[in-house]
């Protein structure tokens, strides 16, 4: 009726009419479709399904709102930390108001991390290579090498004579600065990581070289439990509360020579975390994902397959499955490992594979089809599956079988694979809903811990202004539903994981409202109402 032509108005006046109108129209339209393109993407996007309850609306309205104010901060400044290096970004995202809040978010799982670098670093140096009998040696290529014995064992074929760390300190002017040394021997981080390690092939060696350095500390059965009471510990301190532990089970040592089976070491994991639990109410265990080494040629790996029925026959509740380690670059294809990873099917036994696959930037090579190989080997999860954005028939079959990939942001720019983590391919997957964890893959030799500083990576740099506290729960959800728990262990962990949520989200949105001069840079205290660390208080408690 208003564009009234039938109306019998004069023609001209009939046209302009609709031309205004149209103009009108289609502006009205453009900001509709937009908001319609956002909505849509919006509920695409991981977590965008999920429904906030009132007070997690309110919560997500404070985080959003600190988020906001920060991103908006490192635009000025044009320092922002999922685009640094982490080594020169860890500083900063301390600082970090939203960061104090992914600390004391309870996280869930932490799926893909490795049994050499879940305990800080530091620990080892000032706990562990002060006990008594702790040797070292040095190797023609500067490696360092570790062994507990009594007395001093003869020199080794291709290292110096064993010196005894005790007995050395004493003799040093300062002892800080050596433990300084031994500390940039356990770890990768420099003060300038893209001078130190100019390629893929170098940071690899280093990264590599520390495994064989901390071996001899870690494999000494005393320090091996501690060990691995000291990693629960610094991932509970992180709320983290269930670890899936990918293990290469290697022969530990006592002070006398007898050298320990895997199966003594799967229960030593698996009796050193059921005493870590009942001391940490709310913490549920450990698994073992048993992996071996991708540089080991087919006919071992069989063995290695066997290997991981046996001990799963033998443990069924701890050991999760089986997986190959090391940097698939360099290493043998899943597919040249086909006759080996088939034996299970063959025989019917049921052998879950978390298969590393895609941790490549090198499209098209044999390598980079191992996600191929994981789809058809049917993998339960995918370690990084960093290539999968490349791969959309892949991506498609694995979205199908729900098979998720483990995202560990920090390892993936340390070593290389993307320098700025806003490119990081998982942003595509996040952006669709496509499923995932994050992970921290070897936290002690990156100088992070448990998962936060993945997590702030993911939540600010991958998922960019959008992600939110949808987001984060659906991470968080994600990580015991993917897990490789039963299906009653895991409705009590996400039930666990529910209490503390709430009562993450209750203080969050109890926060006051940030003020005008709230920025990043004078924000370092920590948020006071939300609840702290809860086995840290637990162990303060009981001691
Ligand atoms: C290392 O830590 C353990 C407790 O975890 C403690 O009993 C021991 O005395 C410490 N050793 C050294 C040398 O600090
Ligand atoms: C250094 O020597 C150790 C022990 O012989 C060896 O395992 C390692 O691969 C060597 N590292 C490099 C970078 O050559
Ligand atoms: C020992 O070395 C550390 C680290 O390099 C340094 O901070 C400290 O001042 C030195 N101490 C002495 C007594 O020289
Ligand atoms: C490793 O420790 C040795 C012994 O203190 C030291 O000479 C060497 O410089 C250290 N390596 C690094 C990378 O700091
Ligand atoms: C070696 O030491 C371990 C641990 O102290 C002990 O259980 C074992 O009996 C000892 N073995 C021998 C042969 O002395
Ligand atoms: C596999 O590697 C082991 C150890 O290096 C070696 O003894 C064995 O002969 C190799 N087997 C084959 C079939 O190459
Ligand atoms: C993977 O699953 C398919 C379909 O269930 C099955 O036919 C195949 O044997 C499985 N392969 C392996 C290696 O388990
Ligand atoms: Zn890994």
């Avoid at 992914?102 to 620990?123: N, T």
């Avoid at 001078?195 to 280093?206: E, F, G, H, I």
């Avoid at 989200?505 to 939300?530: E, F, H, I, M, Y």
């Amino acid at each position: 009726m208003l564009v009234g032509g039938p109306s019998g108005r004069p023609a001209l006046l009939s046209l302009l009419l609709a031309a205004v109108m149209s103009f009108f129209c289609s502006a009205i339209s453009i900001d509709e479709a937009r908001k319609q393109l956002l909505m849509r993407e919006k509920m695409m996007q991981l977590g965008g399904q999920l429904v906030l309850k009132k007070d997690e609306e309110l919560a997500n309205k404070k985080l959003m709102a600190l988020k906001k104010a920060e991103m908006k901060q490192f635009m000025k400044t044009q320092k922002f930390p999922p685009s640094m290096h982490f080594f020169q970004a860890k500083n900063l995202i301390e600082k970090s108001e939203v960061f104090n809040i992914l600390k004391k978010m309870p996280k869930g799982a932490a799926l893909h991390v490795h049994d050499f670098s879940i305990a800080s670093m530091d620990w080892l140096v000032k706990n562990v290579t002060y006990r008594p009998h702790c040797h070292f040696c040095l190797t023609p290529n500067g490696t360092l090498m570790f062994k507990f014995a009594h007395p001093t064992p003869p020199t080794p074929a291709k290292c110096s004579e064993w010196i005894l760390l005790e007995k050395y300190r004493k003799g040093l002017q300062n002892v800080t600065e050596f433990d300084n040394s031994l500390l940039r021997n356990f770890t990768l981080i420099t003060e300038n990581p893209e001078v130190t390690y100019a390629n893929q092939d170098v940071v690899w060696s280093k990264f590599e070289t520390i495994f064989i350095t901390i071996s001899g500390l870690v494999s000494y059965a005393p320090v091996f439990r501690d060990y691995i009471l000291q990693g629960l510990e610094d991932f509970c301190q992180d709320n983290v509360f269930y670890l899936e532990l990918r293990a290469m089970l290697l022969p530990v040592y006592e002070l006398n020579g007898t050298i320990h089976n895997q199966e003594w070491s799967v229960k030593t994991y698996k009796e050193v975390a059921c005493t870590f639990a009942k001391k940490h109410p709310g913490f549920i265990g450990i698994k073992i994902i048993y992996s071996d080494h991708r540089f080991k040629n087919v006919s071992l790996i069989m063995k290695s397959v066997q290997t991981a029925m046996t001990l799963r026959t033998r443990f069924p509740r701890t050991v999760a499955g089986f997986d190959l380690v090391g940097r698939e670059d360099t290493g043998y294809s899943l597919y040249y490992y086909k006759e080996a990873l088939m034996i299970p099917a063959s025989q019917g036994f049921k052998l879950p594979y978390f298969f590393h696959a895609g941790e490549t930037d090198w499209q098209g090579t044999s390598i980079d089809r191992n996600l191929l190989d994981a789809l058809i080997l049917n993998a339960t999860r995918i370690g990084h599956g960093f290539a999968l954005s490349k791969h959309p028939a892949v991506w498609t079959n694995l979205w199908k079988k729900d098979i998720p990939i483990e995202v560990c942001p920090i390892s993936n720019q340390v070593l290389k694979l993307v320098s700025d983590l806003r490119n990081h391919p998982a942003a595509v997957l996040m952006a669709t809903g496509y499923p995932m964890v994050i992970s921290s893959d070897d936290p002690a030799i990156f100088g992070a811990k448990g998962l936060s500083y993945d997590f702030y990576e993911a939540f600010m740099g991958i998922g960019g202004m959008t992600a939110d506290l949808r987001t984060l729960k659906q991470l968080a959800m994600n990580s015991i539903k993917y897990s490789a728990l039963l299906d009653i262990e895991k409705k009590a962990a996400m039930k666990t994981w529910e209490e503390r949520w709430n009562n993450f989200v209750a203080d969050l949105a109890r926060r006051p409202n940030p003020s005008s001069t709230l920025t990043v840079a004078t924000s370092l205290a920590a948020p006071t109402g939300l609840i702290g660390p809860r086995c840290l208080n637990e162990r303060e408690g009981s001691q």
